[in-house]
């Protein structure tokens, strides 16, 4: 089995900063890529951030500046620091990441259950 488990998201005034954590656990080989996508209300499931295992990274536009993700490959973790939240980042924020499970198997995409961030004006 495999887990994705989401902390740090919360409510928090414009302006403002949290910091989103995911750890993967459970029986896996490695980690590939791994990010982090958000859905707001009404809204498509969106890119926010990713990162490779070599710490190339990748963002989406209206983050650039804002937001950064890290990842600690021994602790197989991933983060996204996020500052200077404007309401408009207000979604459930999930995190995925590319397990390759057995030698003879490709790496295939995992998702968490999601935290809500939430950013009042």
């Known amino acids: 089995q495999v887990q994705l488990v989401e902390s740090g998201g919360g409510l928090v005034q414009a302006g403002g900063s949290l910091r989103l954590s995911c750890a993967a656990s459970g029986s896996f080989l490695s980690i590939n890529a791994m990010g982090w996508y958000r859905q707001a209300p009404g809204k498509q499931r969106e890119l926010v951030a990713t990162?490779?295992?070599?710490?190339?990274?990748n963002y989406a536009d209206s983050v650039k500046g804002r937001f950064t993700i890290s990842r600690d490959n021994a602790k197989n973790l991933v983060y996204l620091q996020m500052n200077s939240l404007e309401p408009e980042d207000t979604a459930v924020y999930y995190c995925?990441?590319?397990?390759?499970?057995?030698?003879?198997?490709?790496?295939?995409?995992?998702w968490g259950q999601g935290t809500q961030v939430t950013v009042s004006s």
């Open positions: 990162i490779t295992s070599r710490g190339v990274t």
């Open positions: 995925k990441a590319e397990l390759k499970r057995h030698p003879w198997t490709d790496y295939v995409p995992y």
